[in-house]
């Protein structure tokens, strides 16, 4: 399995791709990250990004996937599609020359790697998933960018669900599965353990699932009660899909 972990800094990626190979010791990791790629070429990144850094960490990710195959067990600190995010973010800031050119070059790249992941877990901003803010150097500490990238991130998410057949970031067949996880850390594992067995691999048909017992069941309904967005939230989402909507009426 070839999993990628997404979402906006500071909500617990990090601390979720431990836990995870605590539980799964067989899966792997990068030895290096995009983070060694922005430090080795002094790029500028997050909301100072470049043309040349989001192309750098776009490279370095499709790179980074071709390493690995189909039954490989690894686990990645983001992937091609957080990567898109940022650009698409960028693009609308009008910043760093990101264009919406450039995100259409981006866009058939990101999509041809995707075919190299199986599942993308997305950690959401909810009432569950305060941001705590930890500087570490590179990630960005901004409250509002930070609320911001998360709002492309489920508008993404919302398209792919809503339309999974005709979405403009994520390949017709063989794409990955986008699975959002919340909760504390105990409860993200817990999540995590409805798709992924004892060995980490896709739980299947077997008739041995315990995806529906009564205690998951429980603790996804408590979980979902707080899922609901603010007003401004829907209005900011929904701006945002319009302008998904508008690009890939253009492609």
């Known amino acids: 399995m070839r999993i990628a972990i997404s979402g906006a800094a500071n909500l617990g990626k990090s601390t979720l791709i431990n836990d995870f190979l605590e539980e799964w010791p067989t899966y792997g990791r990068e030895v290096t990250s995009y983070r060694d790629i922005l430090k080795e070429k002094n790029l500028p990144h997050s909301k100072e ?7 750098a960490i776009l490279e370095y990710m499709s790179k980074t996937l071709d390493e690995f195959k189909l039954g490989d067990k690894v686990i990645f600190d983001r992937c091609p599609l957080d990567n898109l995010v ?26 041809e790697a995707m075919k190299k992941l199986d599942i993308i877990f997305f950690i959401p901003i909810t009432k569950y998933n305060k941001i705590d803010i930890e500087e570490n150097g590179v990630r960005e500490t901004d409250k509002t960018y930070i609320k911001e990238i998360d709002n492309f991130f489920k508008v993404i998410q919302r398209h792919y669900h809503e339309h999974p057949q005709d979405n403009p970031f994520f390949p017709r067949e063989d794409s990955p599965a986008l699975i959002e996880v919340f909760g504390d850390r105990k409860e993200r594992m817990q999540m995590i353990k409805l798709y992924l067995d004892k060995d980490g691999d896709l739980i299947g048909g077997d008739g041995k699932s315990d995806v529906f017992s009564p205690e998951n069941i429980d603790m996804m309904e408590e979980l979902l009660k707080g899922q609901k967005f603010a007003k401004k939230e829907e209005d900011e989402i929904k701006e945002q899909i319009k302008k998904i909507k508008e690009m890939n009426d253009t492609n």
Do not use: H, N
């Open 49 to 55: 990004t470049t043309k040349e850094t989001q192309k």
């Open 86 to 111: 940022y650009s698409m973010w960028a693009m609308g800031k009008e910043i760093g020359g990101i264009d919406e050119a450039f995100v259409d070059e981006c866009i058939p790249l990101v999509k």
